[in-house]
């Protein structure tokens, strides 16, 4: 058995953190075998740092939470080959049959912003909340070397102002709508 950590050699391929190599051998006259099995629910996977619920949770679109399975069964069996009555291969001739296979079912987690009608529309006062939007196209630099931009009054452009391919893709409307607001929403038991 072997332990290997850091960075590994492209033999490898794309595997981060640690590779561990087990190298199993035949050759007994005696048959052995073994079987295992490793896995993991649901509710045993921990959740992720950037993930509001965890895979068990409820939460919008998936009531009973998202699936996730993961599961490793390992099977060997060894022994001397033997055909009763032409071969006895104890000493000479051995077999041996490994198997292992990995099941992982899960959700990818990624959470993502789609614009609200008033963003589409313009709008981008959020309520008081927005941060100061300058105009581009104002920015001249000053004869102390600084440079300066004009505040877009109210954060509200007009959409006359917008770029002709943004104006199109905005009118296409390939989002989904907003179905949640994100402030607002917070853990069960929170």
């Known amino acids: 058995m072997q332990v290997v950590t850091g960075t590994l050699p492209a033999e490898y ?5 640690g590779v561990v190599t ?3 051998k035949s050759g007994t006259n005696a048959f052995h075998g073994e079987a295992s099995e490793l896995g993991r629910t649901r509710k045993m996977t921990h959740r992720q740092f950037f993930n509001r619920f965890k895979t068990s949770d409820p ?3 998936a009531p009973n939470g998202v699936p996730a399975w993961f599961m490793q069964p390992d099977v060997d069996v ?6 009763p009555h032409l071969y006895d291969g104890r000493n000479k001739s051995f077999f041996f049959f490994g198997f292992q296979k990995l099941i992982e079912k899960k959700s990818a987690a990624f959470t993502s912003q789609t614009p609200t009608p008033d963003e589409l529309g313009g709008d981008f006062t959020f309520g008081g909340a927005g941060q100061q939007l300058y105009n581009p196209a104002s920015t001249r630099q000053l004869a102390d070397g ?3 931009r004009d505040p877009i009054a109210g954060n509200k452009i007009s959409p ?5 391919v943004a104006a199109k893709v905005i009118g296409m409307s390939p989002w989904i709508a907003p179905n949640s607001r994100v402030f607002d929403q917070h853990r069960p038991g929170e």
């Open 13 to 17: 391929g794309h595997t981060t953190g």
């Open 22 to 24: 087990v190298a199993k």
């Open 59 to 61: 939460q919008p679109g």
């Open 78 to 83: 060894s022994g001397p080959i033997s055909i």
């Open 146 to 148: 600084t440079w300066l």
């Open 160 to 164: 006359s102002q917008f770029d002709p």
